[in-house]
């Protein structure tokens, strides 16, 4: 099979199921230009695992000022060397340690609660609408102190900016749109932030608005771009995941069951469906040099989409790859949510996801509460999940019957 032979990142062929044509591009086309990106496309592991811990710079994230500054506003993604670490030192606390644990736990334990009380006496729900979609937005706004009242508005919002975001096909009303969403975040926020300034609460906004390093504190643009990546990046991805998971599950019974007696198995469940049905499925970086990679070399200052959906499933990486096993020994859940992990759903390197641990504990606590809530839960008659995207990729849909507890 030649390059010109593996399906179109574009093609409908992909969108229905890329995980075929992954495999091709990882055997047959490892290294493809392809013309409507203008990107150089890698699939294999070790050659998107090298981009992503990157020790030499020869990877930047320049990309992002074309990528995902027209929505967000510069943002932390962007930067590096010093200013990267300091910006990042502002915003790390509030996702490890004491300020997760004490802060934020009971307030995703809250929203998660709040969300199965509207559902949890009917026996029958799609765990997609009424639950995945709106846990993380809910728990984001309220970390933030953001009135949930809006949650309508966040989650138009980042819905637009991942299209924007996985608009590869440079459809000009989905940019359009995308760049309107900055600008309509920035008219709701900006007064919120500066209200906030002048009264500090316990929320992370307050956080964000009186951190300092090095005598360097977040402006007002640094902080809504921040919120706005936040929005987006937790959302989606987290959203992507539940569903994915519950989905991954369902579908295999036996691990259903083992993840039902012991609930210490969720976090492997998460890791697991990370690395095989990833919320998203590929990332952009600019090379700073020529670089030689698997099939031939990337020219400096080109584009280069790291496919995490291929190279999760690298053959050369993963025993049967395309099988979703919480118990296969060549995936840890011990550091599958730190820069040490084996999966590349989170990136690696400098620009591992900060968030990473936040959403370990959605999911932990989410898919915990479900599973008390809904403790016979199985897929609504006939119903087969279905994928759907391609930057960004999970269950359009999850219908689920379940004996309501205590009836």
Known sequence: MSTAQVPDILSPEFAAN??????????????????PTQSYIISRYADVERVFKDKESQFTTDNYNWQIEPVHGRTILQLSGREHAVRRALVAPAFRGSDLQEKFLPVIERNSRELIDTFRADGAVDLVDAYATRFPVNVIADMLGLDKADHARFHGWYTTVIAFLGNLSGDPEVAAAGERTRVEFAEYM??????????????????????????????????KAFCSLLLAAGGETTDKAIASIFANLLTHPDQLDAVREDRTLIARAFAETLRHTPPVHMIMRQSATDVEVSGGTIPA??????????????????ARPDRFDIFREDLTATNAFSAAAGHLSFALGRHFCVGALLAKAEVEIGVGQLLDAMPDVRLADGFDPVEQ?????????????FTPVGA
């Open 18 to 35: 890329p995980y075929p044509v992954y495999a091709a591009m990882r055997e047959h086309a490892p290294l493809i230009w392809h013309e």
């Open 190 to 223: 900006i007064p919120v932030i500066r209200r906030r300034r002048d009264d500090l609460g316990d929320d992370l906004l307050s956080s964000l608005c009186a951190a300092e390093v090095d005598g360097v504190r977040m402006s007002d643009e640094d902080i």
């Open 301 to 318: 200052g080109a584009t280069v989409t790291c496919l995490i959906g291929a190279a999760n499933r690298d053959e050369d990486r993963y």
């Open 389 to 401: 995207g391609v930057f960004t990729r999970g269950p359009k849909s999850l219908p689920v019957l």
